[in-house]
């Protein structure tokens, strides 16, 4: 039984997972978002949101902090200049993980995890574009002769706004004698 454990040692010695983790973890601030298993991604959340919560605070002693868990100088640079800049009014949760289909090799559970604050699919655009509704219901039979009464409406203007000069369409009948 599990109870009382809250870490998931991912089948791995301490160092081997602190080694990746720490991978992880400088992968995710460089390219914004990874793709592992689900549940390499739930440890790798706990492992990052402390971090990107410590780089919020840009001093010396944050930055040795960080640096000490992910060991790259560059990494560190970036988190502190563009993301902590970022996240700075968010009071927390700077990661989404999105589920994916199962791997083909061995059916493991794949996820998605990405920085929520550098997306392009949950924009502000989508949100504008989920405004327009549409159904899938036909027209119905109360509309068709509307649209009919419209389009006749729409060439009796034609006829009646035509430039000087041109004449008219005949839209009446010729009488008959």
């Known amino acids: 039984m599990r109870h009382g454990k809250k870490v998931n040692h991912l089948g791995r010695t301490a160092s081997h997972r602190k080694a990746m983790l720490a991978n ?14 689900l549940a390499k991604a739930k440890a790798l959340r706990t492992y990052v949101e402390p971090i990107i919560t410590k780089s919020k605070n840009d001093t010396t ?39 994916l289909n199962n791997r083909a090799g061995d059916n493991a559970e794949m996820a998605l995890i990405e920085l929520v604050d550098y997306n392009e699919v949950y924009g502000k655009d ?9 159904t899938r219901r036909g027209r119905s039979k109360a509309a068709a002769p509307k649209a009919e009464e419209a389009k006749a409406e729409t060439a009796e203007k034609a006829a009646t706004e035509a430039p000087a000069g041109e004449e008219a369409p005949a839209t009446e009948e010729p009488k008959g004698e």
């Open 126 to 134: 989508v949100e504008a574009k989920e405004e327009k509704k549409t």
């Open 61 to 99: 002693h944050s930055r040795r902090t960080v640096f000490a868990y992910l060991q790259d100088k560059e990494v560190v640079t970036i988190l502190f200049r563009e993301i902590a800049e970022k996240v700075a009014n968010r009071p927390g949760g700077y990661t989404r993980i999105i589920k």
């Open 24 to 37: 992880m973890a400088s992968s995710l601030i460089l390219h914004k978002r990874i793709s592992t298993t």
